[in-house]
């Protein structure tokens, strides 16, 4: 079986990343984790990557003049790795126009709120003071936009009484680790795809 070459895109903890490394162990996995990418040279998840044998590469945003010129950046090692599918999780930039495009399709990332509800940053946050009763997590494609994109995959979690960011954070966090793998599986699989601006079931 040939498998899809991933690169996963990362900011911080890499949580999200284990779950993904972890997946891609079952020998019927359509996807290896080739290559992490992170713009913050102290991210733990560089250690993740590390423990798990996975090729790092640390692209620092600010040495670059624009969201471009670190997106090509970006791109170049994803190329030189011979990447077919880019996973975000936890990767702390906005991309360019250009990324979009070039990646369209084959660029996934995951949020923790059911969007459209509650994009961007303080996310559960963002939950409690809505009042909202339940939220989640989605996988989605990556469009230019700042969190939107055709949903792949989404999953729901009561907030409960007594809910704090943290609390509602962790809740959500086990749905991410379980709706990721399976929506990076389905994408590798070529079960769905971006047809039309939708993400299209097969
Ligand atoms: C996750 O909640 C993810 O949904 C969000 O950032 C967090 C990253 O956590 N985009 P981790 O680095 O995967 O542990």
């Not at 423990?51 to 950046?73: C, N, P, W, Y």
């Not at 011979?82 to 360019?96: T, Y």
């Not at 996934?108 to 409690?128: D, K, M, Y």
Request: aromatic letters at 6%; charged letters at 20%.
């Amino acid at each position: 079986m040939s498998r899809v070459r991933v690169a996963v895109l990362i900011s911080g903890r890499g949580s999200n990343l284990q779950s993904l490394i972890d997946a891609a162990k079952a020998p019927d996995y359509p996807a290896e984790i080739a290559l992490v990418v992170s713009n913050k040279q102290d991210a733990a998840g560089l250690q993740v990557a590390r423990d798990a044998g996975v090729l790092t590469k640390v692209i620092s945003h600010k040495v670059f003049g624009s969201r471009e010129a670190f997106d090509r950046a970006i791109d170049a090692a994803l190329r030189e790795a011979k990447i077919g599918l880019v996973a975000e999780a936890g990767f702390m930039r906005i991309h360019s126009e250009w990324f979009a495009k070039t990646w369209e399709g084959k660029a996934l990332n995951i949020h923790p709120s059911l969007l459209p509800l509650f994009p961007g940053i303080r996310v559960h946050q963002q939950a409690l003071d809505a009042g909202v009763k339940e939220s989640g997590c989605t996988v989605h494609f990556i469009v230019a936009e700042l969190d939107s994109g055709p949903t792949i995959l989404q999953a729901a979690v009561p907030v409960l009484l007594g809910d704090t960011a943290e609390t509602l954070a962790a809740r959500i966090l086990m749905e991410e680790h379980r709706i990721y793998p399976e929506a990076l599986k389905l994408v590798a699989q070529g079960k769905v795809k971006l047809d039309g601006g939708r993400a299209v079931f097969l």
